[in-house]
């Protein structure tokens, strides 16, 4: 059978909308063959992430900014890019023993929407506007819009609103096309057409997922609820993570499962309290004291660090 010449996909107001000529006739390839370009494309994601490295950092120092000031990191998005906020910011309480209030995620169309797609609340602005008041946008807080077009008129309208009250404004996109809202930090890893003609669910939410990966976690690492590379604020719910807790702190002591378990107990199950027990000795008092005159940084409550490094 002769198949037509299909053009290359053409630049547009969005890339994300345009088609990827590798994928072209994808739905008459072997399944194996099918993989193989989805990885080929995916090689793409982590280029491009690579490459906006410059502008995470920026914006990484803007979140910590907030947190030392007592504001939060909250997200807004649309449909995937939605959904991508709220599974980010319902692991940092586990993982990283903070309040749900400190990272938050909105997505429009509500709680329904995280479940069950509903399309057309993405056009809806005023939402936008109404969300972020509901949640008590203050200027000490930062927002990042999630948008992988760059263009979802409630991502949009959330940042104009949130620049307008003094937040920080951090902008999150696959496209390099088409006009910018005023932001302070834009990052932009560019993946191309989607193997799926505007399916951004695929690279460009591998990418945004990979972004607020770092975003969300090495802010964490920034304010001291790091030591090492260990979670030591990780609050240990279930048997699975008593057993993690357990093995933090026994390799953060380097100290035996009787010495950590012993430390935990004295230590009401805080692992960050546990292993400076299990380092440094004294009381339990005595190391809430270090750690608060050290903000929460182990490592400079152990004098493994000078405060002045971080």
């Known amino acids: 059978m002769t198949q037509n010449t299909v053009q290359p996909a053409t630049t547009s107001l969005s890339l994300t909308e345009s088609r990827n000529p590798r994928s072209v006739y994808i739905d008459r390839q072997p399944t194996r063959e099918i993989v193989r370009t989805f990885l080929n494309e995916d090689r793409s994601v982590f280029s491009a992430v690579e490459a906006a490295a410059e502008p995470i950092a920026q ?20 449909g995937t890019s939605g959904r991508l906020a709220v599974l980010d910011a319902s692991e940092c309480p ?26 057309g609340s993405e056009d809806d602005r005023e939402a936008a506007v109404m969300d972020l008041k509901e949640v008590g946008l203050r200027s000490t807080d930062t927002v990042v819009g999630i948008t992988a077009s760059g263009t979802t ?18 902008l999150l996109s696959c496209n390099p096309y088409g006009n910018r809202p005023e932001v302070d930090i ?7 057409p989607e193997v799926i003609t505007g399916s951004t669910r695929l690279k460009s939410g591998t990418a945004c ?10 802010s964490m690492i920034r304010i001291g609820k790091v030591y090492q ?25 380097h100290t035996t499962p009787e010495h950590a378990d012993s430390c935990l107990s004295r230590a009401g199950g805080e692992v960050k309290l546990a292993i400076y027990l299990a380092k440094n000795g004294g009381t339990a008092d005595e ?18 660090i000078d405060a002045d490094d971080l």
């Open 94 to 119: 586990p993982t990283f023993g903070v309040t749900p209030d400190l990272v938050k995620a909105l997505i429009a169309g509500g709680t329904e929407a995280i479940f069950q797609a509903r399309e």
């Open 209 to 218: 997922k990979i972004v607020l990966n770092m975003l969300s976690s090495i």
């Open 153 to 170: 008129p409630y991502v949009i309208s959330g940042l104009a609103f949130a620049k307008g009250i003094g937040s920080g404004t951090i």
């Open 229 to 253: 590379n260990l979670m030591v604020d990780v609050r240990a719910t279930n048997e699975k993570l008593r057993g993690r807790a357990r093995r933090i702190v026994m390799e953060g002591a």
């Open 287 to 304: 190391a809430r004291q270090a750690l608060a005159a050290a903000n929460g940084h182990l490592a400079v409550a152990l004098g493994e």
């Open 59 to 78: 914006a990484v120092d803007r979140v910590v900014a907030s947190f030392r000031q007592g504001g939060r990191l909250i997200y807004i998005g649309a």
């Open 186 to 192: 834009h990052i932009n890893p560019v993946v191309g």
